[in-house]
């Protein structure tokens, strides 16, 4: 069983939005509130990069390119963290992972893609 799910991704139009999920289904709260966790992308070519990071006591920080556009959460009781993307521009298109860091132990989703038509 996968240890990240993530879902949300789709075909969207330059302005709009969307909200990806990333669901931790064998992670027990007590260590899913002890983790950090982040979004990373890879567009086609390119580099995978940080979208955008939340620590466990839920401290947060975002890549230039989506500062004021995107917010990084996670609700601990549904052991799922979210990145909601806003007037998101063709630029954003990419494969979006989550990512998880505990006590030095890291997982990878298998990625969702996103597309943004102009």
């Known amino acids: 069983q996968l240890r990240l799910v993530e879902s949300g991704g789709g075909l969207v139009q330059a302005g709009g939005s969307l909200t990806l999920s990333c669901k931790f289904p064998?992670?027990?709260?007590?260590?899913?509130?002890?983790?950090?966790m982040a979004w990373y992308r890879q567009a086609p070519g390119k580099d995978r990069e940080l979208v955008a990071a939340?620590?466990?006591?839920?401290?947060?920080n975002y890549a230039d390119s989506v500062k004021g556009r995107f917010a990084i959460s996670k609700d601990n009781v549904k052991r799922t963290m979210y990145l909601k993307m806003d007037s998101l521009k063709p630029e954003d298109t990419a494969v979006y992972y989550c990512y998880r860091d505990y006590q030095g132990q890291t997982d990878w989703g298998q990625g969702t893609q996103v597309t943004v038509s102009s």
């Open positions: 064998t992670t027990i709260l007590s260590t899913f509130t002890s983790m950090d």
């Open positions: 939340i620590t466990s006591g839920r401290n947060t």
